[in-house]
């Protein structure tokens, strides 16, 4: 599970400050997939980012009793320098898992062909997301962390990642944010909004959805 302890997270920029969490505490059960519901601008990447470790809260602390991928997708710490493999292998020896075995994985699933050993500064930005994709599903943990999923490659790509991911939510659990509460439905079984920097937490996935709606009316 993974815990949020009177959470603060404050921006101050130009004089002026931003609450994005305003002494959030919850708790994401194992084994669940959550929706991260709010508004444009409501702080869920950034919330995302804390849970992820990425950032710091301003107060409070977020832990955890076991995994947590990074945000599923990000390319953001690949090395443009190295080939889709190199990065791979260099991503598999940090995680401890094996090398060949992911490096066979990802080139299997991220389609990329030759380009799978060409330097990663030449892909384009649907075959990063393709490459990013294709190493988080290829290690396994014990909470994924997603941000708009669906909007990898084409859609007999989306169906196919759709797949792998679903494979791997039914044995993990995972903290969902997309814009279509047709893939929230179909992904998660609870939910949590985020509005004002305070987050609600609900047990049914629908509940959390109209209130979601309700705020997105105002």
């Not at 947590?68 to 997708?73: D, H």
């Not at 047709?182 to 109209?210: F, P, Q, S």
Request: hydrophobic share 40%; with cysteine; proline share 2%.
């Amino acid at each position: 599970m993974i815990v949020c302890e009177n959470v603060w997270k404050i921006y101050r920029t130009r004089g002026e400050q931003k609450v994005v969490a305003s002494g959030i505490n919850a708790v994401f059960p194992t084994g669940v997939a959550v929706a991260l519901l709010g508004r444009n601008g409501a702080g869920k990447s950034t919330l995302m980012s804390l849970i992820a470790g990425n950032q710091k809260p301003t107060r409070g602390r977020i832990w955890s009793d076991g995994t947590i991928s990074w945000p599923v997708g990000f390319a953001g710490s690949f090395h443009g320098e190295l080939t889709g493999a190199q990065n791979t292998r260099f991503i598999a020896r940090v995680y401890g898992v094996d090398t060949d075995m992911l490096c066979a994985f990802v080139e299997d699933f991220a389609e990329l062909g030759a380009h799978f050993h060409y330097p990663f500064r030449t892909y384009s930005a649907g075959m990063r997301s393709r490459l990013a994709f294709g190493v988080s599903m290829g290690i396994r943990f014990d909470t994924y962390l997603v941000d708009e999923v669906t909007s990898v490659g084409d859609q007999r790509f989306k169906e196919k990642a759709n797949e792998v991911f679903n494979k791997r939510i039914g044995a993990s659990g995972a903290i969902v944010v997309s814009h279509s509460m047709g893939v929230i439905r179909k992904m998660c079984t609870k939910a949590a909004v985020l509005e004002n920097g305070n987050l609600i937490m609900y047990e049914n996935v629908e509940d959390g959805i109209a209130h979601h709606l309700e705020n997105m009316k105002r």
